[in-house]
């Protein structure tokens, strides 16, 4: 299926950085509460994430990744997930965040 570029504008991807990573210890597969930065009009969010098997709580933190911001938030259990942060499975089908390979300033949308 094809989408026109109107369809794919309006999914607002932002860049945010990481700044608190806690655990959820709550969740059915190992997962982080994660809180991140996207500055400006947008400040803080935060997600749950399924990325325990190539990340630590100490590796995330000031980790610039991508995510959907114009999601209504979802429940996940006992905790509200008010963005979705992008990522791709790796051979094994664990996920590997999206982001940028160089710094660039919180809350810059993806064109």
Same mark, same amino acid.
Do not use: W
């Given at each position: 299926?094809?989408?026109?570029? @109107?369809?794919?504008?309006?999914?607002?991807?932002?860049?945010?950085?990481?700044?608190?990573?806690?655990?959820?210890?709550?969740?059915?597969?190992?997962?982080?509460?994660?809180?991140?930065?996207?500055?400006?009009?947008? !400040?803080?969010?935060?997600?749950?994430?399924?990325?325990?098997?190539?990340?630590?709580?100490?590796?995330?933190?000031?980790?610039?990744?991508?995510?959907?911001?114009?999601?209504?938030?979802?429940?996940?259990?006992?905790?509200?997930?008010?963005?979705?942060?992008? !990522?791709?499975? @790796?051979?094994?089908?664990?996920?590997?965040?999206?982001?940028? @390979?160089?710094?660039?300033?919180? !809350?810059?949308?993806?064109?």
């Amino acid at each position: 299926m094809t989408i026109s570029y @109107d369809d794919f504008a309006k999914i607002d991807i932002r860049v945010g950085t990481i700044i608190a990573v806690d655990p959820f210890p709550e969740a059915r597969k190992p997962a982080f509460k994660l809180t991140v930065d996207f500055g400006g009009d947008i !400040g803080t969010r935060r997600s749950s994430a399924q990325i325990t098997d190539h990340y630590t709580a100490e590796s995330l933190v000031g980790r610039q990744i991508l995510a959907v911001v114009n999601f209504p938030p979802k429940r996940i259990g006992p905790f509200t997930s008010e963005i979705l942060c992008l !990522g791709v499975p @790796d051979a094994d089908g664990a996920v590997v965040l999206v982001g940028p @390979d160089q710094a660039v300033p919180n !809350g810059g949308r993806l064109f």
